[in-house]
């Protein structure tokens, strides 16, 4: 089967992507898409773009996109880079700043991109496990090591530090790069932004497919001193001069610059997941405190496979990992409410 596969993929295990059924009929909360629709604004704009310009290609530099997010969220264009999807933007980083030269570390029970990333490139990796509480402590990460990936709010937890322990984080590793991957921020997490003037070390990662309800547009991006974000792009350019192609240049240009209509769709989300975090918690399942657009929760009397094969006969999709510690835990995407009573009405059927 893997005849003429290079050496380096033949013992790679890729990453598994959530299930994207082709038919419409599920609810599908397995992959932390937002229920909300992109901003009329941002579809307007790849209406737009749509046209006999799409013969050239696009601005390799994504001008006009980083613009938009300078001005949203107060940095200079030379500290912002932007990449198809926030994958790409961690695939790239983790090539342009570590050796695995002592290893690079992450939690035992993160996005497991990271691990895949890390085999990819040859970079030597440590785990460093959370607490019974799946709660991250910055001491643990504490020099030795050859970079730090982190994801803040955690996925698949949704459990967040605040800036205060992003910046004990920095301050215990000023020699490697603190990469804080904050694909789940504007759910309730406290962003590192502001730490970027202070910290040449730091990388805050973003992503338009969750908060922006634009998870098909592929669209994420990086913020970071000016040194990281040239190396970043010496990393582009020796791979792909056009990540980013006009329509989706163009679509999250307007998304970003609509932050109003992203505001309000995340309020929603935060205020379903609040309710249904309390119906579960009353259900006798143990919940963790999520600052993302998802659930994190497991009940002492169902098996997390009975629960997700209960509820994907019942016409519903969540997402759970056969890994040690979380096996039973199912992560629950906050759809919208009526998604949200039709899960807990399946749940109440499945609980013993
Ligand atoms: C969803 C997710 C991403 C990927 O986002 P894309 O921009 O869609 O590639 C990155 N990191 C974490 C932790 C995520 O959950």
Redesign the pocket.
């Known amino acids: 089967m893997k005849e003429f596969w290079s050496k380096r993929i033949q013992t790679m295990t890729p990453y598994t992507p959530g299930e994207q059924p082709k038919d419409q009929t599920f609810i599908k909360l397995n992959?932390?898409e937002n229920p909300y629709p992109p901003s009329q604004q941002a579809q307007q704009a790849m209406q737009g773009a749509v046209g006999t310009a799409l013969r050239l290609y696009p601005d390799p530099d994504g001008d006009a996109l980083r613009e938009a997010i300078c001005g949203v969220y107060g940095l200079k264009k030379t500290q912002v880079f932007v990449g198809?999807?926030?994958?790409?933007?961690?695939a790239f980083a983790v090539q342009a700043f570590f050796d695995g030269i002592p290893p690079v570390v992450f939690p035992d029970i993160?996005?497991s991109?990271y691990e895949v990333y890390a085999a990819l490139f040859g970079v030597d990796c440590r785990t460093i496990p959370l607490d019974e509480k799946f709660t991250i402590h910055p001491e643990d990460y504490r020099g030795g090591n050859g970079g730090v990936l982190l994801?803040n709010p955690?996925?698949?937890t949704g459990i967040g530090l605040t800036r205060e322990e992003i910046r004990a984080l920095l301050e215990g590793n000023p020699d490697v790069v603190v990469l804080v991957?904050e694909?789940?921020v504007e759910f309730g997490g406290e962003t590192a932004l502001p730490l970027i003037d202070a910290y040449p070390n730091l990388l805050v990662?973003r992503?338009?497919?969750?908060s922006h309800g634009l998870?098909g547009l592929?669209?994420?991006w990086a913020a970071g001193n000016e040194n990281l974000i040239a190396g970043l792009n010496c990393l582009k350019n020796s791979f792909n001069s056009y990540t980013l192609d006009r329509l989706a240049l163009a679509g999250a240009q307007a998304a970003i610059r609509d932050e109003g209509y992203m505001r309000e769709i995340v309020s929603r989300i935060i205020r379903t997941r609040e309710k249904t975090a309390a119906r579960l918690a009353e259900m006798g399942f143990s919940v963790c405190p999520s600052q993302?657009n998802f659930l994190f929760a497991a009940h002492p009397k169902a098996s997390g496979k009975a629960l997700q094969d209960g509820l994907r006969t019942r016409g519903i999709l969540v997402r759970r990992w056969d890994r040690p510690r979380i096996s039973d835990y199912l992560r629950i995407t906050i759809g919208t409410d009526a998604e949200m009573d039709a899960l807990c009405a399946a749940l109440k059927e499945l609980i013993p």
């Open positions: 992959t932390n198809n999807g926030s994958d790409e933007v961690l993160t996005y991109f994801a955690n996925a698949p991957d694909a789940y990662v992503t338009l497919s969750k998870a592929r669209v994420g993302a």
